[in-house]
């Protein structure tokens, strides 16, 4: 059993940064692949980005890529999403969450545990 807590949204000016953080509890986070998903009020749950469970492998969306950064520190039992030129595009709930084994899933219904989500609002 893994539990994801999400922090560091807020609101930002369109071109500003944000950093959100994952923290996950229980002794084996170093063998889970985890992902970053968003979700805007009345669309669906879409990838963000994932990184394997050493952190050697990482993933964007092509709406992402060049912009945010995910990372891991498996000694902290957290992820990270830097999050830098940001647009009022990226307006949304972001969620954390794991899934264990090698895979790196970029669909929602691949992970089996999620955060509660932090909510990220880009101002123009």
């Known amino acids: 059993q893994v539990q994801l807590v999400e922090s560091g949204g807020g609101l930002v000016q369109a071109g500003g940064s944000l950093r959100l953080s994952c923290a996950a509890s229980?002794?084996?986070?170093?063998?889970?692949?985890m992902g970053w998903f968003r979700q805007a009020p009345g669309k669906e749950r879409e990838f963000a980005a994932a990184?394997?469970?050493?952190?050697?492998?990482?993933y964007y969306a092509d709406s992402v890529k060049g912009r945010f950064t995910i990372s891991r520190d498996n000694t902290k039992n957290t992820v990270y999403l830097q999050m830098n030129s940001l647009k009022p595009e990226d307006t949304a709930r972001y969620f954390c969450?794991?899934?264990?084994?090698?895979?790196?899933?970029?669909?929602?219904?691949?992970?089996?545990?999620w955060g509660q989500g932090t909510q990220v609002t880009v101002s123009s």
């Open positions: 990184i394997s469970w050493s952190g050697g492998s990482t």
């Open positions: 229980g002794r084996t986070f170093g063998s889970y692949a």
């Open positions: 969450a794991a899934n264990r084994g090698i895979v790196v899933p970029r669909t929602p219904l691949e992970y089996d545990y």
